[in-house]
């Protein structure tokens, strides 16, 4: 009886504690999450003369909580729901990049009526004020620019990161499986700077390429300036040719020429060929780039000279690639 007594004791301590824990949990979890799900901005997105809506636009928020965003409904309206509380956020419809399935005719706008995320005026989402309706946007039309990304041997490159650049900010694309891009929705009036291959490319095979200004040129501001107007609203035929990166190294040169045989490189070239090699990463490790370039110079030349004779020819033509694509590397 005594032992009964005492297991009910302890399955009514247990009972305790599990309340106590559920209590501790709703007391101290249901503010967070009450905060995490508050905030909404909504709104209507129209056309240029603020009466037609337009739907399947996107809209998008942006703060340093993250992004959010909502596609414009039949009518035009929408809804960004679950924006986190005391922070601001810049919101914008329209751009070249569409991902509700709508036109990316449409210019990027940013409330209230600015064309860039600098100059746009943020909304607070707030325990006073989590909701903020007629956050309206009237959208224009934009022109667009196209072209085809090539290799230098002129075969076309897919997955390649080309952007429109004006002087505050960019709208990308990506090329296709043709290597042909298309910008949407880019403003009239503005002066347009083309490039492609850029550094980080987001579209995946960019970054194996050096990146290019148009038209042939390797800063924005040598680059030709493009400008799109309501009577010039196509600019198409804007090429690149993109030379692609090279990732060796001259200990790896050295390294190839080593291990080569006697029948594929006379020894007495070989050493001739690695002292260039080295004395080239000599000019290298003290920041003289020009002398290093001038002493593979050499060794491409002494290479073609020995080329068939005591160097064979498939030996000459890896050791000339290698050399001319560590050049490219140091002229960048």
């Not at 809506?53 to 596609?71: D, F, K």
């Not at 107007?229 to 035929?237: D, E, H, V």
């Not at 290479?303 to 033509?317: H, W």
Request: charged share 15%; glycine share 12%; net charge negative.
């Amino acid at each position: 009886m005594q032992r009964k007594n005492q297991k009910d004791t302890n399955i009514g301590k247990y009972i305790v504690i599990v309340i106590l824990l559920v209590f501790c949990f709703v007391i101290y979890y249901e503010p967070v999450i009450a905060q995490q799900a508050t905030g909404v901005i909504s709104g209507t997105v129209y056309a240029a003369d603020s009466v037609t809506p337009l739907p399947n636009i996107y809209v998008h928020a942006r703060s340093s909580a993250g992004t959010m965003g909502a596609c414009s409904d039949g009518d035009g309206n929408y809804a960004i729901t679950n924006l986190a509380l005391g922070t601001e956020w810049s919101v914008s419809a329209g751009g070249g990049y569409n991902g509700c399935g709508g036109s990316e005719d449409y210019v990027e706008e940013y409330w209230q009526e600015t064309p860039d995320m600098f100059s746009v005026t943020p909304i607070l989402i707030s325990e006073q004020n989590p909701q903020h309706n007629e956050i309206n946007f009237t959208l224009e039309i934009g022109g667009s620019i196209s072209g085809i990304v090539y290799t230098a041997n002129g075969n076309p490159i897919s997955n390649v990161e080309v952007s429109a650049n004006g002087l505050i900010y960019g709208v990308p694309a990506c090329t296709n499986a043709n290597g042909h891009y298309v910008i949407k929705g880019l403003a009239f009036g503005h002066e347009w700077r083309m490039s492609a291959g850029v550094p980080y490319d987001w579209c995946g095979d960019g970054i194996d390429y050096y990146e290019e200004y148009w038209e042939e040129t390797t800063g924005f501001d040598s680059a030709n300036a493009l400008m799109l107007s309501a009577g010039n609203s196509q600019i198409p035929n804007i090429n690149f040719t993109l030379d692609e990166q090279f990732g060796g190294t001259l200990d790896e040169l050295v390294q190839i020429i080593d291990g080569m045989s006697e029948e594929e490189l006379s020894g007495k070239i070989k050493n001739s060929l690695i002292q260039k090699i080295i004395n080239a990463q000599t000019s290298i490790d003290n920041g003289n780039v020009g002398v290093a370039i001038n002493k593979l110079s050499a060794f491409v030349n002494e290479v073609e000279a020995q080329k068939g004779k005591k160097i064979s020819v498939g030996v000459a033509e890896i050791l000339v690639t290698y050399a001319e694509n560590m050049i490219g590397t140091l002229m960048h």
